[in-house]
């Protein structure tokens, strides 16, 4: 029997690595199994022994990947990304492309060969340097560590320069070049620059003995120890900067605000200051207040409303409709938006007027009548748009006349007995989510179908919009759960939901699964089931298409049991196909569970 080594420059460079991050306020760890990268994984592990770091174990690193995601928009601090080599590195793309495009801090830790093992043939690897390209606002390429003397002192300064780039703090990348020309420091050297909060990738090659015995050192220099139910304090809060250039608004008549994903409260204090309709999206964090207009589809294509806009103020990522984009490319529309530290500029068209770092109104000039009838014509109108059509009539529940009353209460259970639709799935969810709850809306129908006709309500609402792709939407949620219900009044905390459809439950089954030791949210699964892909069918391809072609490669049906995944992954099942069923199955569990819906096509 091969004893193991008493020592190894993975090991202790892992440690310096780890404890560097940590000191600077990282607390989230995830990671997914390999031999290239068990140094920083048994490292991860004494420190979450030691009551240092929360850590997250997933076999799949796609998975992993979104998990890290949801932890980091949840606490707004950097987490960290641990995977071995090879095709481990290449899984976890497709969260470090949403994360780039939603400005979400990521620090992604990817295990090599040396450099002598690379293009020779070496089993599992590849080119990993700079693998994710732009997506990575920096990528750090660092030598195997051999025991020279100062390489704790550089780990240590490398976590730093990670932390900072992965908020967008200036000169992160610069410090790294300054890093790898001195003394002490293994080879270490930044491809590029980060200037937004968002992910970075740091590529170690690692070298045998790949681990030893992991020794802490002293840890007393961290200070309290983080205890289970703390809540690591805002560090992409505090570190993003405002972008330049403020201008001055007033009153003018003819304008809207538009608030796009991760627009924030903010778009609903001006649209009220302004006395302007808001075209909030769902998951916009301004979707509430007296001003917002949930029918604004509708009314864009109207006479007398679309029409009569004259200038558009834009906040965060418009995506979920394409009148938006429509009204901005009018050539009578004046466009001003707000930039934000963490997405691209919106400028559909190219047609936007001109873009400010912030925006803040001046006194209004216009007349009170003047605003209250420009901002009521729209609001009035929608909510007429939005009336239930489906409900029982209120006359027929406040009459005396007994039968009156029977026809109300028949009624009533006809609509609890009668199946769901797509809009009524999404006003029960949203109806019984409150501020203490998390709502994540998937790719699907759903999310637009929720943007159009659920009322205003402050809550606490995510979208993977960056890219808008169905990719791990169930990991997200779950990142996002295990952190909310870690939050200082986790005793209050409530239930995270994740609603989406079919393709996008399936497509993201692997995030049921819980190893051993590993915590379960409270949570639940939400899958409109519709059988396919049914939001192609909104689109120009269902009119043109061959019908059996477009079922074949657009709407994908599968036959996959719901039920037997989620009871296979050890999760409650629930089968909805009534709106009384759906009313009591989304009813707050301690047991994360998959409710499936039926919906017809």
């Known amino acids: 029997m091969t004893l193991p080594p008493t020592s190894s420059p993975a090991s202790d460079f892992s440690v310096a690595l780890l404890r560097?991050?940590?000191?600077?306020?990282?607390?989230?760890?995830?990671?997914?199994?390999?031999?290239?990268?068990?140094?920083?994984?048994?490292?991860?592990?004494?420190?979450?022994?030691?009551?240092?770091?929360?850590?997250?174990?997933?076999?799949?690193?796609?998975?992993?990947?979104?998990?890290?995601?949801?932890?980091?928009?949840?606490?707004?601090?950097?987490?960290?990304?641990?995977?071995?080599?090879?095709?481990?590195?290449?899984n976890l793309h497709p969260a470090v492309l949403e994360a780039h495009h939603s400005g979400v801090p990521l620090i992604v830790i990817t295990a090599d060969r040396p450099a002598d093992l690379r293009g020779v043939g070496a089993n599992q690897?590849?080119?990993?340097?700079?693998?994710?390209?732009?997506?990575?606002?920096?990528?750090?390429?660092?030598?195997?560590?051999?025991?020279?003397?100062?390489?704790?002192?550089?780990?240590?300064?490398?976590?730093?320069?990670?932390?900072?780039a992965a908020l967008g703090r200036a000169g992160a990348a610069a410090a790294a070049t300054t890093a790898a020309t001195t003394a002490a420091a293994a080879a270490v050297s930044a491809v590029s620059g980060a200037q937004r909060p968002g992910p970075i990738h740091v590529n170690l090659a690692l070298t045998e003995p790949l681990s030893s015995r992991v020794d802490l050192g002293d840890v007393t220099a961290f200070g309290a120890v983080l205890e289970q139910g703390s809540s690591?304090?805002?560090?992409?809060?505090?570190?993003?900067?405002?972008?330049?250039?403020?201008?001055?608004?007033?009153?003018?008549?003819?304008?809207?605000?538009?608030?796009?994903?991760?627009?924030?409260?903010?778009?609903?204090?001006?649209?009220?200051?302004?006395?302007?309709?808001?075209?909030?999206?769902?998951?916009?964090?301004?979707?509430?207040?007296?001003?917002?207009?949930?029918?604004?589809?509708e009314l864009l294509r109207r006479a007398n409303f679309g029409d009569r806009v004259e200038r558009v103020i834009v906040f965060g990522h418009p995506t979920l409709s394409r009148e938006i984009p429509a009204l901005i490319q009018r050539p009578e529309v004046t466009t001003i938006v707000v930039r934000s530290a963490l997405f691209d500029d919106f400028n559909p068209g190219h047609r936007v007027s001109q873009f400010a770092g912030a925006v803040h109104v001046s006194a209004v000039s216009a007349t009170p009548e003047a605003s209250r009838s420009w901002v009521g014509?729209?609001?009035?109108t929608s909510r007429a748009e939005l009336e239930q059509h489906d409900a029982p009539a209120i006359d027929l529940a406040i009459s005396d006349e007994p039968r009156a009353q029977a026809a109300f209460s028949r009624a009533v259970l006809a609509g609890l007995r009668s199946p769901v639709s797509r809009r009524a799935l999404v006003e029960a969810v949203w109806r019984v989510t409150w501020p203490h709850d998390r709502l994540v809306l998937g790719a699907s129908r759903l999310i637009r179908e929720a943007d159009s006709v659920v009322p205003g309500k402050k809550i606490r609402v995510h979208a993977n919009r960056g890219l808008a792709g169905i990719d791990g939407t169930i990991s997200t949620g779950v990142g996002i759960a295990l952190a909310s219900q870690l939050r200082p009044d986790a005793a209050a905390a409530g239930i995270t939901r994740v609603l989406l459809g079919d393709l996008a439950?399936?497509?993201?089954?692997?995030?049921?699964?819980?190893?051993?030791?590993?915590?379960?949210?409270?949570?639940?699964?939400?899958?409109?089931?519709?059988d396919g892909g049914t939001i192609f069918d909104g689109l120009e391809v269902a009119q043109v298409?061959?019908?059996?072609?477009?079922?074949?490669?657009?709407?994908?049906?599968?036959?996959?049991?719901?039920?037997?995944?989620?009871?296979?992954y050890g999760w409650e099942y629930v089968c909805v196909n009534t709106r009384g069923e759906l009313d009591a199955a989304l009813s707050a569990t301690e047991l994360p569970t998959v409710i499936e819906v039926r919906l017809a096509r």
Do not use: C, K
């Not at 590849?126 to 780990?155: L, R, W, Y």
């Not at 439950?505 to 519709?530: I, T």
């Open 20 to 90: 560097g991050l940590l000191a600077r306020g990282v607390r989230d760890v995830v990671l997914s199994p390999g031999s290239r990268s068990q140094a920083l994984a048994l490292a991860a592990a004494a420190f979450e022994r030691a009551g240092l770091l929360r850590l997250r174990v997933r076999i799949d690193e796609r998975v992993a990947g979104f998990v890290a995601l949801g932890l980091a928009i949840e606490t707004d601090v950097p987490v960290v990304v641990i995977v071995t080599s090879g095709t481990a590195v290449a």
């Open 125 to 164: 690897t590849t080119v990993q340097t700079s693998i994710f390209g732009v997506a990575t606002g920096s990528s750090f390429e660092v030598e195997a560590p051999s025991g020279a003397p100062g390489e704790g002192e550089n780990a240590d300064h490398l976590a730093g320069q990670l932390f900072d």
């Open 505 to 530: 439950f399936l497509h993201d089954a692997g995030a049921l699964l819980f190893g051993l030791g590993e915590p379960r949210p409270r949570m639940q699964v939400v899958v409109g089931n519709d």
């Open 377 to 380: 014509r729209w609001v009035t």
């Open 545 to 568: 298409a061959d019908a059996e072609a477009f079922d074949r490669v657009q709407l994908t049906t599968q036959v996959a049991s719901l039920e037997l995944l989620a009871r296979g």
């Open 232 to 297: 690591p304090s805002s560090a992409i809060g505090a570190a993003v900067q405002p972008v330049r250039g403020s201008i001055e608004l007033s009153y003018a008549a003819g304008t809207v605000v538009v608030a796009g994903h991760g627009a924030g409260e903010q778009a609903e204090a001006i649209a009220r200051a302004l006395g302007a309709p808001l075209l909030a999206e769902v998951s916009s964090g301004a979707h509430f207040g007296p001003n917002l207009v949930v029918a604004y589809r």
